[in-house]
Nanobody, 119 residues
Framework: QIQVVESGGGVVQSGGSLRLSCNFS????????IAWYRQISANPRGLVAG???????NYADAVKGRFTISRDNSKNMVSLQMDDLKPEDSAVYYC?????????????WGQGTQVTVSS
């Protein structure tokens, strides 16, 4: 059973930066595409950024040029560097597998990490 732990969230002022980390255990993820998703209030989780096993990336339009996803397969870890944060980036951030869909459909989710951006 795979488990995922997200960390690195917090409260930051508009224009600030945060770096989120996602650690997987229970299964190696080096051969899987992984993505960061976010959930704002009661809205469905939506794609933030995805990365293939070889490092090809895909970003939601809202974060292009500000966020950078990366992975370290040796550590079973995927990171999200978030720069120039805006209040509308406030959300709970999760990571999970990535199939290319904007809205994920997975049964298992970690606890997520809260990001709050103040204006």
């Amino acid at each position: 059973q795979i488990q995922v732990v997200e960390s690195g969230g917090g409260v930051v002022q508009s224009g600030g930066s945060l770096r989120l980390s996602c650690n997987f255990s229970g299964s190696a993820v080096s051969t899987r595409s992984i993505a960061w998703y976010r959930q704002i209030s009661a809205n469905p989780r939506g794609l933030v950024a995805g990365i293939t096993p070889r490092g090809l990336t895909n970003y939601a339009d809202a974060v292009k040029g500000r966020f950078t996803i990366s992975r370290d397969n040796s550590k079973n870890m995927v990171s999200l560097q978030m720069d120039d944060l805006k209040p509308e980036d406030s959300a709970v951030y999760y990571c999970n597998y990535y199939s290319g869909s904007f809205y994920p459909n997975y049964d298992y989710w970690g606890q997520g990490t809260q990001v709050t951006v103040s204006s």
